[in-house]
């Protein structure tokens, strides 16, 4: 199990779990009126763009998981929009922001985070 959290979350970020609501924070985290990376899929780019634009987030990874063909995304998500909500609510406001692109997706792959307050 450590293992695989050392995987998914890199000992740059910090990880705490509240209740079932996962609490996200990286350590040095991206300024969210940021361009997208310069290596985004044209999908990939779309999806950055419109949800940077509805949730300001401190960190975002859009990623096109269908092995080339633009069908199945997966979106990691932290912004302070999501703070007190639970997983289920995130995650039916990020498919809401989507809502017109999602139609032409076979898949969406959603994690949503509330970045922690620094103490």
């Given at each position: 199990m450590?293992?695989?959290?050392r995987?998914?979350?890199?000992?740059?970020?910090s990880?705490?779990?509240i209740?079932s609501?996962?609490?996200?924070?990286a350590?040095a985290?991206?300024?969210a009126?940021?361009?997208p990376?310069?290596a985004?899929?044209?999908?990939?780019r779309?999806i950055?763009?419109?949800?940077?634009?509805?949730?300001a987030p401190s960190?975002?990874?859009v990623q096109?998981?269908?092995g080339?063909c633009g069908?199945?995304?997966?979106i990691?998500?932290?912004?302070?929009?999501?703070?007190g909500?639970p997983i289920v609510?995130?995650h039916?406001?990020?498919?809401e922001?989507l809502?017109?692109?999602?139609?032409?997706?076979?898949g969406l792959?959603v994690?949503?985070?509330s970045?922690?307050?620094?103490m």
């Amino acid at each position: 199990m450590h293992s695989l959290r050392r995987l998914l979350f890199p000992p740059a970020l910090s990880v705490r779990s509240i209740s079932s609501t996962t609490t996200w924070r990286a350590a040095a985290s991206a300024n969210a009126s940021s361009p997208p990376p310069p290596a985004l899929s044209e999908g990939e780019r779309v999806i950055h763009e419109k949800l940077t634009a509805k949730f300001a987030p401190s960190q975002l990874q859009v990623q096109d998981v269908s092995g080339g063909c633009g069908t199945f995304y997966a979106i990691t998500i932290a912004s302070t929009a999501f703070k007190g909500l639970p997983i289920v609510k995130q995650h039916k406001l990020v498919t809401e922001a989507l809502k017109s692109d999602i139609e032409g997706f076979h898949g969406l792959q959603v994690r949503s985070f509330s970045p922690m307050v620094a103490m």
